[in-house]
């Protein structure tokens, strides 16, 4: 996940921009391409928006502004004599729609190279707007002594294949990892009482409960993680044992090690189409049951609380916010109190007869999804883009970019990882989420269910209310699809044809 976007992408809070570029001294050292390959040598501006990378940004809002990215494009210039790069970011209009960027797409003066959540280019990709990289990921890496297909130098292949578009297609290299987690401030656990993290759904709420009756906030989050991602994260957990025959469409055998039954959007919309996901899914009402019993031990306000400072106060007990904030945990001098990392607690049959017990899965995943714009095409430099990118991701290059502004783990063969980091490599061992619903739909649905979301969360609704609306608006997202040829659900009905007896006594036990 991109996080000038979301990540889903997740888009990282209270950063301070302290300039555009930084010209700083000490270029990485990094070989030249090996022989046999011909560097491009024709003048050419490169513009990119590198994320939380960017030279001048300070990540977490705390430390000195980053610069590594600078000095290994000075480093991939002086290969390239004639060719520039000029970071820029993308303007943040404060949804994860990319607005900013759609404009400059459409009149054609996009920055050539741009890091997003890939999902937000899917929506896209019939208007051209964004270079499919399959071509270019089975070249050998210039910058990789033996590599011979630049696909294969990424740690992760499971979950750099799981970026592919519905068209099967790969528009985006994952440079780096991020994962999220309970930030447990144990100083002030034990001092109520709780020795340990909670394993359970049902020791979570017990403990809670004594959380906020001792009178400090026992769980928040940046960005509405728990109101959006933890239903996500709750839905895998009532869903798991369904799944497998849920799924209309298995995933592909080269992710099934990082996703194993994902939900497509178009999955999801077809599965809508015969009763789940809808009112008449009982599956779907306890989850949304759970989410709303689970919000009574959030921050009162689900938008405009800082949770960063509650936590750093010692006023919440338990932060949930994603791998960047080990950057604050660990430069901040001011923090007074001890800290450990978890992940959200299983849900089990003593909290609901449709668990299984199983483990949270992840959330997060790729960081920096790195994108090529046609106006690589338009400016003739497509050749030079997909080198600098491999220049960067090159592992003793974005080794030193990614420790700088210890955020996000590399995903790359070779490169180091910061040991600061390492809590969350027990975490990133697990499935990831069955779906992402907000980033599943398209922008004026999402908007429709997020605005209803806060709603039923602040009391606005009863649950029945709030499934109504849900179902009228995932009724308008799949019409809205109806001509749209990825839309097709002529595969998925022959595979449901197959399973309706069983997945239909799901939604009425008397059949």
């Given at each position: 996940?991109?996080?000038?976007?979301?990540?889903r992408g997740?888009c990282?809070?209270g950063l301070?921009?302290?300039?555009?570029?930084l010209?700083?001294?000490g270029?990485p050292?990094?070989p030249?391409?090996?022989s046999g390959?011909s560097a491009?040598?024709a003048?050419k501006?490169?513009?990119?928006?590198?994320g939380?990378?960017?030279?001048?940004?300070?990540p977490?809002?705390?430390?000195e502004p980053?610069r590594?990215?600078?000095n290994v494009?000075?480093a991939?210039?002086?290969?390239?004599?004639?060719?520039?790069?000029?970071y820029?970011?993308?303007?943040?209009?404060?949804?994860?729609?990319g607005?900013w960027?759609?404009?400059?797409?459409?009149g054609?003066?996009?920055?050539e190279?741009v890091?997003m959540n890939t999902?937000?280019?899917?929506?896209?990709?019939?208007?051209?707007w964004?270079?499919?990289l399959?071509?270019?990921?089975q070249?050998p890496?210039?910058?990789?002594?033996?590599n011979?297909h630049?696909?294969?130098?990424?740690t992760?292949?499971?979950?750099?294949n799981s970026k592919?578009?519905p068209?099967?297609?790969?528009?985006?290299?994952?440079m780096d990892?991020?994962?999220?987690?309970?930030?447990y401030?144990?100083?002030l656990?034990?001092?109520?009482?709780?020795?340990?993290?909670?394993?359970?759904w049902?020791?979570?709420?017990?403990d809670f409960?004594?959380i906020?009756?001792?009178g400090?906030?026992p769980?928040?989050?940046?960005?509405?993680?728990?109101?959006?991602?933890?239903?996500?994260?709750?839905f895998?957990?009532?869903y798991?044992?369904l799944?497998?025959?849920?799924?209309?469409i298995?995933s592909?055998?080269?992710v099934?090690?990082?996703?194993?039954?994902f939900?497509d959007?178009?999955e999801?919309?077809?599965?809508?189409?015969?009763?789940?996901?809808?009112?008449?899914?009982?599956?779907?009402?306890e989850?949304?049951?759970?989410?709303?019993?689970w919000?009574q031990?959030?921050?009162?306000?689900l938008?405009?609380?800082?949770p960063?400072?509650?936590?750093?106060t010692?006023?919440l007990?338990v932060?949930?916010d994603g791998s960047?904030?080990i950057r604050r945990?660990t430069?901040?001098?001011?923090?007074?109190?001890e800290?450990?990392?978890?992940?959200?607690?299983?849900?089990t049959r003593?909290t609901?007869?449709?668990?299984?017990?199983s483990?949270?899965?992840?959330?997060?995943?790729?960081?920096?999804?790195?994108?090529?714009?046609?106006?690589?095409?338009?400016?003739n430099s497509?050749?030079?883009?997909v080198?600098?990118l491999?220049?960067?991701?090159?592992?003793?290059?974005?080794e030193?970019?990614a420790?700088e502004?210890?955020i996000?783990?590399?995903?790359?063969?070779?490169?180091?990882?910061d040991?600061?980091?390492?809590?969350f490599?027990?975490?990133?061992k697990?499935?990831?989420?069955?779906?992402?619903w907000?980033?599943?739909?398209?922008?004026?649905?999402?908007?429709?269910?997020?605005?209803?979301l806060?709603y039923?969360?602040?009391d606005?609704?009863?649950?029945?209310?709030y499934?109504?609306?849900?179902?009228?608006?995932?009724a308008?997202w799949?019409k809205?699809?109806?001509k749209?040829?990825?839309?097709d659900?002529?595969e998925?009905e022959?595979?449901w044809q197959?399973?309706?007896?069983?997945?239909?006594?799901e939604?009425?036990?008397?059949r």
């Open positions: 996940m991109a996080f000038a976007e979301r990540c997740i990282l809070a301070l921009l302290a300039g555009t570029c010209l700083a001294e270029a050292a990094a030249p391409p090996q390959t491009p040598s003048a501006l490169i513009r990119a928006d590198f939380q990378y960017t030279p001048g940004m300070i977490g809002g705390i430390g980053v590594e990215a600078r494009a000075d991939w210039e002086k290969l390239h004599p004639g060719c520039t790069v000029k820029q970011l993308m303007i943040n209009t404060g949804t994860t729609e607005e960027l759609k404009t400059q797409l459409i054609k003066i996009a920055p190279i890091t999902e937000v280019a899917w929506q896209a990709i019939d208007k051209g964004f270079i499919p399959d071509e270019f990921l070249r890496n210039p910058y990789i002594p033996g011979e630049w696909i294969d130098s990424f992760n292949i499971a979950l750099t592919r578009a068209n099967g297609k790969l528009y985006c290299i994952t990892t991020v994962e999220t987690g309970w930030f401030n144990m100083t656990l034990r001092k109520l009482g709780i020795t340990k993290k909670p394993e359970t049902e020791e979570m709420l017990a409960k004594i906020q009756e001792a400090f906030t769980l928040t989050s940046q960005m509405n993680l728990a109101s959006d991602w933890g239903q996500d994260i709750v895998e957990m009532i798991h044992d799944l497998p025959t849920l799924d209309p298995s592909r055998d080269d099934k090690d990082y996703q194993e039954h939900i959007p178009q999801g919309g077809f599965l809508f189409t015969k009763g789940f996901f809808s009112s008449r899914d009982p599956r779907w009402r989850m949304n049951r759970l989410v709303k019993e919000r031990y959030w921050a009162k306000e938008k405009f609380s800082d960063t400072r509650l936590f750093l010692g006023r007990a932060y949930w960047w904030t945990m430069k901040d001098p001011h923090i007074d109190f800290w450990e990392i978890g992940y959200v607690p299983a849900i003593a609901s007869r449709f668990a299984s017990g483990p949270a899965t992840l959330i997060g995943g790729a960081a920096s999804q790195v994108h090529i714009t046609n106006s690589a095409i338009y400016n497509l050749e030079e883009c080198d600098f491999m220049y960067l991701s090159a592992p003793q290059n974005i030193r970019i420790g502004a210890l996000f783990k590399p995903n790359v063969k070779g490169a180091k990882t040991p600061r980091l390492q809590p490599d027990d975490i990133f697990r499935k990831s989420c069955a779906i992402q907000m980033e599943a739909m398209d922008p004026e649905y999402k908007k429709v269910w997020r605005r209803w806060d039923y969360l602040q606005g609704f009863e649950l029945d209310a499934l109504k609306v849900l179902d009228e608006n995932f308008a799949v809205s699809h109806e749209d040829v990825v839309w659900f002529t998925m022959a595979i197959t399973r309706k007896e069983v997945l239909l006594r939604l009425d036990p008397q």
